[in-house]
């Protein structure tokens, strides 16, 4: 990477600092003021709590936005003083240069592409749809027969015979004999 690549990435980094900074403004969401207090609420005991939905959502809303800025914040300074250290661009798994695309895409890179997806993975943090196996399935899956794509009733008259024999107590007809 030369020079004029870095100085162009040292500015995108910079003004996406200054974004950051603006937007958050340093004011984080006050979660030790009470759902009431904050919604002018007198009591809660007569509201149905579906009544505080709305506010309960842009209350957590504005939690996890501020959080996510503030770790973008974060990852943007680390990559600023990478830069002054002198080791910007170069993957921190394998040493190797980052591509300068890579970079200008997302400045805050740490990785290069294969390794970004190893640590993705590490971390649990991969995105289900980009892969093509799809590893971390949920356990019933294994349990469950497919679905069949016949439109016909012919699988479904036996559908509670299928049921009944997970639910079969035969005590409970005898009680209701007596």
Not at 106 to 124: N, S, V
Not at 147 to 174: C, F, I, M
């Amino acid at each position: 990477m030369n020079q004029q690549q870095r100085n162009h990435l040292k500015n995108q980094l910079q003004q996406q600092r200054q974004k950051l900074a603006s937007i958050s403004g340093g004011a984080e969401p006050d979660l030790s003021i009470s759902m009431n207090e904050e919604t002018g609420e007198l009591s809660g005991y007569d509201n149905h709590p579906a009544d505080l939905g709305s506010e309960m959502y842009e209350r957590s809303l504005s939690f996890t936005l501020s959080e996510h800025e503030e770790q973008e914040l974060e990852e943007v300074d680390y990559a600023l003083q990478k830069m002054q250290a002198g080791t910007y661009g170069i993957c921190e798994a394998c040493g190797r240069d980052i591509p300068y695309e890579r970079l200008e895409a997302m400045p805050t890179a740490r990785y290069c592409m294969k390794h970004q997806k190893l640590h993705d993975i590490e971390e649990g943090t991969e995105v289900p749809y980009a892969s093509a196996h799809r590893q971390n399935r949920p356990a019933e899956e294994a349990i469950l027969s497919p679905r069949t794509t016949k439109s016909s009733d012919a699988g479904r008259e036996n559908a509670w015979k299928d049921v009944a024999q997970y639910n079969d107590r035969p005590h409970d007809l005898e009680e209701n004999k007596e």
